[in-house]
């Protein structure tokens, strides 16, 4: 005899139903976060862009203007011995850290080259925060012992700040597009 009762177990596929839902709220949980985390990732992807932009426009232009303009112009200006020799020995330190900062760039940016382009990439943070520093601490150096040594330098002759402001100017100035 065939009987209509439920057997044991048998509210199994309810139950099955009921913790399909507990997956199933926890991806709509995890989906409602998504946008939240958009934005930081979009800022991540702009920042990566612009600083990879901001080390092959300015950085490394920078420092080439003040290796072949700035520093042969204070350094040929400043008075012989002890000011010259300090120069010197200022012109020495900033230019290795160019090269420490560049060499630290060259570490980096193959993985913020992918940031840029939002895909996935391991960022040595420690390096980062160790060229953050380190050019900080250059640019500081910089700002507070040799261009001011710089300007009182060049200020003495006015001929001498002049042809270093045309040097400059004649860098960013495309002559030869002038003629074609």
């Known amino acids: ?13 309810i139950t099955n139903f009921s913790n399909c839902h507990v ?3 926890k991806g709509m949980n995890a989906l409602g976060e998504l946008p939240g985390l958009l934005e930081p990732a979009e800022r991540a992807r702009r ?10 426009d300015a950085v490394l232009e920078h420092h ?3 290796e072949e303009a700035l520093f042969p112009a ?10 010259a020799e300090n120069v010197k020995r200022q012109i020495e330190r900033l230019t290795r850290e160019h090269r420490e900062v560049e060499a630290m760039w060259k570490k980096l940016e193959p993985a913020l080259k992918k940031v840029a382009k939002g895909h996935d990439a391991q960022l040595d943070v420690a390096a980062v925060d160790k060229l953050v520093a380190l050019y900080s601490a250059h640019a500081a150096y910089e700002e507070a012992e040799f261009l ?13 700040m002049s042809a270093l402001g045309l040097t400059l100017h004649m860098r960013h100035t495309d002559v030869m597009g002038t003629y074609i």
């Open 23 to 25: 997956g199933i709220i």
């Open 1 to 13: 005899m065939t009987t209509n009762q439920p057997q044991a177990g048998g509210d199994a596929p």
């Open 64 to 66: 080439s203007e003040e």
């Open 148 to 160: 001011p040594l710089s300007e009182k330098i060049l200020g003495r002759n006015a001929n001498h």
């Open 74 to 83: 204070v350094l040929a200006s400043a008075q012989p011995g002890e000011e």
């Open 47 to 56: 920042i990566a862009e612009s600083v990879v932009a901001l080390f092959h």
